[in-house]
């Protein structure tokens, strides 16, 4: 149990991933009208900064800080960074602009009977998965270098 609370590898990326879901949701509510919170938005996809991206790339950065970055632990999270932003800037993004155009078609077309609207958000534009990226390597580095064990 000590080994899993104490591993780094994995509580970096998952306080990374909740730093930039709770700051997506305070700029949601300082921009919003109503100023409601919507706390869908903490499990919610799309937006500023990629959450994944910024995950994943502080995974790898916190195992190239700690193993090396010529170590074959880095190529692998390091590969598997990649992957993930390809799916967000190209795959999920595809999909939620598929999203969008059923959406309007099932407004239109009022013989279409449809429980719910299919979620238009999935994934990010290359600008938000390198500011994901900046930020995932940037608290990567700062908790590596302040987590000592």
């Known amino acids: 149990m000590k080994a899993l609370l104490t591993n780094k590898w994995l509580w970096i990326p998952l306080a990374t991933w909740l730093v930039v879901q709770f700051y997506k949701l305070i700029v949601e509510v300082l921009t919003a009208k109503g100023r409601k ?23 790898a950065t916190s195992i190239g800080m700690t193993e090396g970055f010529g170590s074959p632990l880095f190529a692998l999270a ?13 795959v999920r993004r595809a999909a939620g602009k598929q999203a969008r155009i059923l959406n309007q078609m099932m407004e239109e077309d009022k ?17 938000e998965v390198f500011v994901g990226a900046v930020v995932g390597i940037g608290i990567g580095l700062l908790f590596s270098m302040i987590w000592d064990f």
């Not at 013989?111 to 600008?127: F, R």
């Open 37 to 59: 919170i919507n706390w869908k938005r903490i499990l919610g996809s799309g937006g500023m900064p990629s959450s994944h991206t910024a995950c994943i790339t502080s995974l």
């Open 78 to 90: 390091s590969v598997f960074a990649f992957i993930v932003m390809y799916d967000a800037a190209g």
């Open 111 to 127: 013989n279409i009977n449809y429980q719910e609207k299919l979620v238009e958000l999935l994934g990010h534009t290359p600008v």
